[in-house]
């Protein structure tokens, strides 16, 4: 079914693993441009794990290689980019309005 390609075992594998790696990179590179000490520490920590947990999954450790002639990895990829990013702006939004009125308040 085609309408069931994001639930499809391995491409939400593959979207947990670009989502959080994608986030520990954010995180880590925040955390470790903010903090100081020992939360500066736990950044560059955050930051390293997100790469690497990111160049794991693009050397295609796991189902999905570059040479595998039964996946379309470019188009899991796309749709793995797409689903991040509008996942993405939602929450970045839902934030901005969850902070905004706080503070207003």
Known sequence: MAWLGAFELWTF??????TF???LVITG???AYFG??????IGAGLLV???VAGIVWALGVGPYTFISNGVD?????????GVILAAAIGAAVA???F???IMKS
């Open 13 to 18: 594998i593959t979207i947990l693993l670009l």
């Open 36 to 41: 100081s000490g020992k939360s500066r520490k």
């Open 73 to 81: 990895l470019s188009q899991v990829i796309l749709e793995s980019i």
């Open 95 to 97: 934030i901005g309005l």
């Open 99 to 101: 902070l905004l009125a």
């Open 49 to 51: 794990g997100g790469l």
């Open 21 to 23: 790696s994608l986030f």
């Open 29 to 31: 590179a925040f955390t």
